[in-house]
C-alpha cells in the first residue's frame, strides 16, 4: 500500500545520465497519489528536455530563479512552501556538494534552503567519485543537516565501470517516500552501533574497524518509522540521526551498562555493534614502555550484551543480532540466532574490505522460520529493508 495520496513532491533533477529515467519517476509518483512539480537545473536540461517532464507531471518545469513569469506565479518561496517532500534525483557530486554548502545561485539549491520539507538526495554518479573523499564528507553533512540520502545503488554504471553509484530504481524512490511515519508508532527501541575500546594503558587500546554506519543508519530508519530509538554508540564521527537519542561509550561493559539503564519497556533491541569480545585482564596506570622483550597480555571475555538482553526478565519482545563472519555465513547465523535466543540475526560477510568502515553491505537475515537475502546496497538503503522485516514481527500497539 503506497501513503503518497495528496503529498506534494517537488522534484529537482540535476545534470546527470540518469536523468533519463525521471519521467518515469513522475509517472510512479503520481500512480502513488503525489502531486508532482519539476525543477531542473541548465545541466540537467542537457539530458532531458523539460518539455518532457512537462508532459507527465502536468504542470510547467521551473528552472529559473530570477523568473518574471514565475515569480507572478509560483516563485521560488512558493515552491518551497507547497512542497511537502523535496526530492533531488539525480544528485550529482556537484549538486551534493553544493547543497551540502548551501548554495543560493539557482532556483534548486534555493529551494533546498527556502523549504521546511523533508528533503531525500538520491546520488548518481561514477563509482570512483562516489568513494572520493569529498563527496563522502559532503554526503555526511548533508545528513548531519537533516537531509536523507537514497542510494546509491550498485551495478554497471553508464560510463561502463561496474560499482556503487547508480541512481536507486524509480520504485525504490517512491518506496523510501511513502509514508512509513506510523509504522513503528508507540514502540521504543535500543541500538547498538560501532566498535568497542578496551583500553590497555592511558592512551591505548584494542579496537576494530566498526564506523557505527550500520548501526546508525538502522536507528535513523527506526526513528523515520515512528519509533522512539535510544542509540547507545561507541567510540565513531558519526552525526546523531534526527529524532534519535544518543548515549557514548567507549568499553564493552560501559556499553553494556547503558543498555541495560535502557531496556526495562523497551520493545525492541538492536545489536549492531561489534562489540569486542574479549579486553585486557588489566590496564595499566601508565603508559607501557616500550623494550626489547616480547610483551605477553592476557585477555578475558567481555560480557555479551546480546546474550544479557535475551535472557533479561524485561526483555524486549523483539532482539535481534547482527553476525560477522568470514566464513559458513548462514549455518554460523542460525548458530547464533538459537545460541542466543534470538528473533532475528542479520548475517554478513567481513573481512576483505567487506561490511565494516564502507557504506555498502549485503545482509542475510534469518528468524527460526524465515530468510531473507538483501543484496549488496547502501546501508541506508539496508536499514529502511531490515525496518519492514522488523516491523513485520512488532505486535501492533493499535491506535
Ligand atoms: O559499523 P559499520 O562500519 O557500518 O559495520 C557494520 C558491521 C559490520 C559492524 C555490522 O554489520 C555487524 O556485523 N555488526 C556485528 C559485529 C559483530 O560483533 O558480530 P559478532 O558475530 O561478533 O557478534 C554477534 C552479535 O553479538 C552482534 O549483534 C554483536 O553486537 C553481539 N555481541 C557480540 C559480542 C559481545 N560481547 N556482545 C554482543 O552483544
Not at 550529482?92 to 528533503?119: P, S, Y
Not at 537533516?146 to 565501470?161: H, N
Not at 530508519?221 to 537519542?245: H, I, K, Q
Not at 567481555?302 to 532482539?319: G, W, Y
Request: hydrophobic share 50%.
Amino acid at each position: 500500500m503506497t501513503t503518497l495520496a495528496d503529498k506534494k513532491v517537488l522534484l529537482g533533477i540535476t545534470g546527470g545520465i540518469a536523468a533519463y529515467k525521471t519521467p518515469e519517476l513522475v509517472r510512479r509518483l503520481r500512480d502513488a497519489g503525489a502531486q508532482v512539480r519539476v525543477v531542473m537545473t541548465p545541466a540537467a536540461q542537457a539530458f532531458i528536455a523539460p518539455l518532457t517532464l512537462q508532459a507527465v507531471s502536468g504542470h510547467r518545469v521551473h528552472s529559473e530563479l530570477l523568473d518574471a513569469e514565475a515569480e507572478a506565479g509560483m516563485g521560488h518561496i512558493e515552491l518551497a512552501r507547497w512542497a511537502d517532500e523535496l526530492v533531488i534525483a539525480p544528485a550529482t557530486a556537484h549538486a551534493i556538494a553544493r547543497l551540502a554548502h548551501g548554495f543560493a545561485d539557482d532556483l534548486l539549491a534555493t529551494l533546498a534552503l527556502a523549504t521546511e520539507a523533508r528533503i531525500s538526495v538520491v546520488p548518481a554518479m561514477n563509482r570512483v567519485m562516489w568513494a572520493s573523499r569529498p563527496v563522502t564528507e559532503n554526503c555526511q553533512r548533508l545528513e548531519a543537516l537533516g537531509m536523507r540520502l537514497l542510494g546509491p545503488a550498485s551495478g554497471e554504471q553508464a560510463c561502463g565501470e561496474v560499482g556503487a553509484g547508480r541512481m536507486i530504481e524509480p520504485d525504490q524512490i517512491v518506496a523510501a517516500l511513502s509514508d512509513k511515519t506510523d509504522l513503528l508508532a508507540g514502540h521504543r527501541f535500543v541500538v547498538t552501533a560501532g566498535p568497542t575500546h578496551e583500553a590497555l594503558d592511558p592512551v591505548r587500546f584494542l579496537g576494530n574497524r566498526s564506523s557505527g554506519r550500520m548501526g546508525f543508519c538502522l536507528a535513523a530508519a527506526l526513528a523515520e518509522a515512528g519509533a522512539r530509538v535510544d542509540l547507545v554508540a561507541g567510540p565513531v564521527n558519526l552525526a546523531t540521526p534526527p529524532g534519535v537519542s544518543r548515549c557514548d561509550v567507549q568499553s564493552a561493559r560501559e556499553m553494556l551498562a547503558a543498555v541495560m539503564a535502557r531496556i526495562e519497556g523497551a520493545d525492541g533491541f538492536v545489536g549492531v555493534a561489534a562489540v569486542a569480545d574479549y579486553r585486557p585482564e588489566s590496564v595499566a596506570d601508565h603508559k607501557i614502555k616500550k623494550s626489547d622483550e616480547a610483551l605477553a597480555m592476557r585477555l578475558v571475555p567481555n560480557p555479551d550484551i546480546l546474550a544479557e538482553v535475551s535472557k533479561h526478565p524485561a526483555r524486549p519482545s523483539l532482539v535481534m543480532g547482527f553476525a560477522a563472519e568470514t566464513r559458513d555465513l548462514a549455518e554460523a547465523a542460525r548458530q547464533k540466532l538459537a545460541r542466543k535466543q534470538l528473533d532475528l540475526i542479520a548475517a554478513n560477510l567481513v573481512g576483505d574490505g567487506l561490511a565494516f568502515d564502507c557504506k555498502e553491505n549485503a545482509l542475510e537475515v534469518f528468524s527460526t522460520e524465515r530468510h531473507w537475502s538483501l543484496p549488496q546496497q547502501a546501508k541506508s538503503m539496508l536499514a529502511r529493508a531490515l525496518v519492514d522485516i522488523i516491523a513485520e514481527r512488532m505486535p501492533s500497539k493499535g491506535g
